[in-house]
């Protein structure tokens, strides 16, 4: 009788020791790391339909929908370097949803973004690739250009 009650202690030890163990492994961290290198790359993807575009002539409408889809592809760099800026606002009237809206904005200095393709995705669509390092990013970040906060207090234009 004795050795059953050592071999249930045992039993409940052991998985006790088990649960313990498998405990420590247990992490709220995501499994796979977001890690930078300093070689990574930030990428923007702007879109842009031709027949979208105001212009006197098919070529005028095309090049319109170029400089579209860059404007939309340094506008998502923005977006993943400096966030996006959300308001909302709403209306209620006996209870009752009368009105609501939201408003986005995106503002940041996008410096050293490389052009990695500028192509037709469709015969009335373009789509623009832009890239940015992670070193470029840090400068943009870290140390804003004080040449351009200088030019600003001296009274320049840019």
């Known amino acids: 009788m004795n050795q059953m009650k050592y071999v249930k202690h045992y039993r409940h030890s052991a998985l006790l020791m088990v649960l313990v163990l498998m405990a420590g492994c247990v992490t709220n961290e995501y499994p796979?790391?977001?890690?930078?290198?300093?070689?990574?790359?930030?990428?923007?993807?702007?879109?842009a339909v031709i027949n979208a575009q105001p212009g006197n002539s098919p070529e005028e409408k095309?090049?319109?929908?170029?400089?579209?889809?860059?404007?939309?592809?340094y506008k998502s760099l923005a977006e993943q370097l400096y966030g996006q800026y959300l308001e909302s606002r709403g209306s209620l009237r006996n209870l009752k949803m009368e009105e609501e809206a939201l408003v986005s904005r995106v503002e940041g200095l996008i410096v050293g973004a490389r052009v990695v393709s500028i192509k037709p995705i469709s015969t009335d669509s373009y789509e623009t690739i832009l890239e940015i390092g992670?070193?470029?990013?840090?400068?943009?970040?870290?140390?804003?250009?004080?040449?351009?906060?200088?030019?600003?207090?001296?009274?320049?234009?840019?």
Do not use: F, Q, W
């Open 32 to 47: 796979y790391s977001a890690s930078v290198g300093i070689n990574d790359r930030v990428v923007g993807v702007g879109y």
């Open 62 to 73: 095309r090049l319109m929908a170029i400089k579209v889809s860059k404007l939309e592809a």
């Open 134 to 158: 992670r070193s470029e990013i840090a400068g943009l970040i870290d140390e804003p250009d004080r040449s351009l906060e200088g030019n600003l207090i001296a009274g320049g234009s840019e």
